[in-house]
């Protein structure tokens, strides 16, 4: 089965590395030809966690007109950029199956807006960092779960193949109930992490950064009383655990000097718990100090 991963960041190169282990056929769709080579080259080399590396083939191309033209696509780029690729691939066919792998829930109303004929969503939960351009370091094992928008299901099913120990897959029936419960866990770690300068798992290891990890699972969750049997406090405290020496994606941005992803997360649970009548001052409180960051450009 062929299948087409848009973006080759921490993400896109993971999940590729587990699906070509697996027996597919992966290409890449990436915006630099030097990317493109390299993994035509080298293929994509993941560096496991008992620091072993596993090295599988993958091709690549910077062109929609030498993509397999039936695959399955995985969207793995970050919402600043979806939108024009939303508009390069509607050029091209909107009845290949797209599952969306974006962090956050802003772009959940742009995709229902396409003419696409199969959509499906999936979180992933898994710690992962970018070496380089066909390097990703598995920094902790997390859960991936799909569910399906609109259309066919089945065409999605085939991805469980790849399941494994180290890559598991659930297959859910409720895509906004997975969307709204990985953007409240991304709300608990991004921010800190992002504003503190320190790694997943010192949010549960240092008094003064849990305290602020506690006080911030108990204004979201009372926000979002519904979400509570979906995330627990302690399935938070598992991914922080699990991830522990993962940077996360806004540290990631911040420490590279570009803009981080605040409003498709933080502004976004804003704004839905406001449409509700609820207020997330702790949360509120930290949206303005992550765009003062974002408005100032400097990294740590």
Not at 268 to 295: C, H, S, W
Request: hydrophobic letters at 45%; a negative charge; glycine letters at 8%.
């Amino acid at each position: 089965m062929d299948i087409v991963i848009a973006g080759a960041g921490s993400i896109g190169l993971l999940v590729g590395s587990y699906l070509s282990e697996a027996g597919f056929h992966v290409t890449f769709y990436v915006r630099r030809e030097e990317q493109a080579r390299l993994i035509r080259e080298n293929g994509v080399c993941r560096v496991n966690q008992d620091h072993s590396e596993t090295i599988v083939p993958a091709d690549a191309s910077t062109e929609l007109s030498k993509l397999p033209a039936s695959a399955l696509w995985i969207v793995a780029v970050k919402y600043a950029h979806l939108q024009s690729l939303l508009k390069s691939m509607g050029k091209v066919n909107n009845k290949n199956p797209i599952l969306f792998l974006q962090n956050g829930i802003g772009h959940v109303p742009l995709i229902r807006e396409t003419g696409l004929c199969h959509v499906a969503f999936a979180t992933v939960e898994h710690g992962a960092k970018r070496m380089n351009d066909w390097t990703v370091s598995h920094n902790g094992v997390g859960m991936i779960a799909i569910a399906a928008e609109k259309g066919n299901d089945q065409l999605f099913t085939l991805i469980g193949q790849a399941a494994s120990a180290q890559f598991p897959i659930l297959f859910k029936e409720n895509a906004e109930r997975i969307l709204m419960r990985k953007v409240l866990i991304n709300c608990m770690i991004n921010p800190l992490t992002a504003i503190l300068g320190v790694e997943n798992g010192d949010l549960i290891e240092n008094p003064y950064c849990l305290t602020l990890f506690q006080n911030l699972y108990e204004e979201l969750i009372g926000a979002f009383p519904k979400m509570a049997s979906d995330l627990s406090y302690e399935d938070v405290v598992a991914v922080c655990r699990n991830t522990a020496r993962n940077q996360s994606s806004m540290l990631v941005d911040r420490l590279a000097g570009r803009q981080m992803e605040i409003d498709t997360i933080v502004s976004a649970v804003i704004e839905r718990a406001n449409d509700q009548g609820k207020q997330l001052p702790i949360l509120q409180t930290f949206e303005q100090m992550l765009y003062a960051i974002n408005q100032k450009g400097e990294s740590l």
